[in-house]
């Protein structure tokens, strides 16, 4: 199972790769960005029990994990509203974008 920092480095590569291919595809007209959630209401989601106990270990973890708007978990459809966004003609200067669908965790 990987760490907290695999996951960072993974993220911090697909958005590096996806802002590499936004500049290089963009004399196509060819759109390229990322979306990322908060914890989506999904199986995968429920199978974060381990956090709880990782968060009763160290108070100071918290609001790291805390959304700022009053949400646990969003649902699937707010992150499809986001792709159906980014898909569409309203979005079509819109590329190289970080697109946060996290209820403001990442204000935080």
């Known amino acids: 199972m990987g760490t907290q920092q695999d996951l960072a480095d993974?993220?911090?590569?697909?958005?590096?790769?996806?802002?590499?291919?936004?500049?290089?595809?963009?004399?196509?007209?060819?759109?390229?960005?990322?979306?990322?959630p908060t914890g989506v209401n999904t199986p995968m989601g429920t199978g974060l029990g381990a956090l709880y106990s990782l968060l009763a270990s160290d108070p100071n973890l918290g609001p790291i994990y805390m959304n700022a708007?009053?949400?646990d978990p969003i649902e699937p459809r707010d992150v499809s509203n986001a792709v159906l966004f980014l898909a569409s003609d309203e979005a079509r200067y819109v590329t190289g974008l970080e697109f946060t669908?996290?209820?403001?965790?990442?204000?935080?």
């Open 101 to 108: 669908v996290d209820a403001g965790c990442t204000i935080r």
């Open 10 to 36: 993974t993220v911090t590569a697909v958005v590096g790769l996806a802002k590499a291919m936004a500049n290089e595809l963009a004399r196509h007209n060819i759109r390229v960005n990322t979306v990322h």
């Open 69 to 71: 708007l009053a949400v």
